[in-house]
């Protein structure tokens, strides 16, 4: 159950994307992956009109281009149809934004659906939001005179008020608020100024943004001129198809970030004051360059081993790879407990049935006490710190500089089960000790599997082969290559590891800390097989009607999250690497489409 929860963590990955009401531009532009010919970036990038203060902006080239592939995709057709999306269309966020579509509607007089958004959405387009909790934002598209004003927006001005921003007009209508007695209150602005389309849900954003564009009022300031902004997109290259800013040093305290940050690692992005994320397009693959600037120096990355040559012992068909520099004693040891020696189910309760009356304990030997010998003494439980000591203390003398965690599940023979492997490899200063790694791990296994040594001796393999494997049942295995440690649960797994040619580290310059990879085209199908058979779903005669026999909502894993992963079943692998340059932190992201 573990280790499916940890894969179910993989594949929500997928859907780690959040949507923000009007703003659908986000959604509809991040889950695009049809083929995207290359536009060259605008002389004057839009922020240069957008007003200061956003905490989001996203910019993109061509928009129209965007959404005309996602609305034209497989995958949106398949997400729309899928569990994933009935799921999501039932949770809170999904209502709030509702909520939002239609406060809106009700300023604007018409719905910010798709029909809308494809009438607005025109080439360059920028789009900043200045309050995520009221989802207040300014839009500027790059839309023909003539098209501009064919809108429908455009073409009901006449029931909005007219004001003016210099020698700009621009038209105004609010909806609801306290003094209407009516809820929240919406504003809905819009104006046309040249070639340029723009709405905003404030007026002064809209009317700031037509100064900017002007050139009337030197004081007022840009987006482009805020330090987190202009420090973050300076460390940028070429514009991609679609490029993301962050203000995290306002995003991360909302509690509307808190709450709806799919990642959960809101601690983390706590170091950091802003981000950027240009994703580029092309046949086959999306390329993603992400930059994070930390708060402050003492947040910025050391000299660090690199990641390179470990990356080479990541075996053909790994279902999942992690490789990271400096992890740390701890880090390093709950790694190896997790994947290779505990022997612990993880905790699960089932949220959809009533929980059972606790009943009183029976006194040892009593008629309802079946289960405790009274001929024996206890078996005294060993704490799992006594039990890792040995293991600690030969990790806290080697300090391991990088370690790899490789994970992958397989059919097993029976065609019911799936079985799942992992393996742990580390890289020390210096050689390791064989003898020293047996008694380690055998001192960590003894207490769990025996009260001797039977079935935690060690014997090695065969032939060429060169690791160590236990003499009984536990099929745990271990292989030294000078200042290679290499465990696994899995001796095909550990030999293929072990096979693999070494090969150059990365340039200076650019030493990853972190590498990591999902194969989602190997893992998708066997995830699914095993999370319908733990869920028990396809029980009930009447499933197509409720969904999964119970009458409520999907299950989680097997129809949800194995939905999720059929909907974009195209996307085949996705790599992620990192490498601090310049005091900040740099992330490359490869998605592999079919």
Known sequence: MMKLNVMARRFALL??????AIAAVIAATLA?????DGVSAPARPMAGWMPSGAQLYIESPDFAGLLHNWNQSQDKRLWLKSDNYDVFSRSRLFGRLGDAQGEFA????????MEFLNQ???KQSGLAIYDIG???????THMPNAAATQTALMRSRNDFESRKAGDAVFYLRSSGGAEQGSGPGRTVAFAVSGDYLLLATREDLLADALTLMQNQNQKQRSLNQD?????VTRTLSQPGDLRMVLDLSRLVPSPYFRSYWVQQNVTDMGQYRSAASDLYLTHGEFHEERVLLPKSAENAGVEQSDLGELKTLVPDGAGFYRAESAPGVDRILESIDTRLLSRKQMDYSDRTVAPVEVEAATQAGGEGDFETSIDAPPIAAVPKAAALGSLRNLLEAEQPATMLIVEKTASQADGVFIGYHSAVALESQK?????????????ALASQMTAGKLGIEWKQAPGEAGYFALDGLDPLSFAI???YLMMSDDAEMLSAMMQRPRAAKHAPGKALVLLSGFNHGAERANFASAAHLMDGAGNSANKEADGDGSGGAPQFLSRNVASLSSAFAAMQSEEVSEYWKGGAMHQTVRYEWK
């Open 227 to 231: 330090g987190w902004f202009a420090d």
């Open 431 to 443: 050689p390791w000790s064989a003898s020293e790694v047996e008694d380690a791990i055998g001192l």
């Open 106 to 113: 009700g300023a604007a007089g018409q719905r910010p659906d």
């Open 481 to 483: 290559e000078g200042r």
């Open 134 to 140: 009221k989802l207040e934002f300014l839009y500027i």
């Open 32 to 36: 695009a992956w049809a083929a995207i």
């Open 120 to 122: 607005i959405a025109g």
């Open 15 to 20: 859907g780690k994307t959040k949507t923000i």
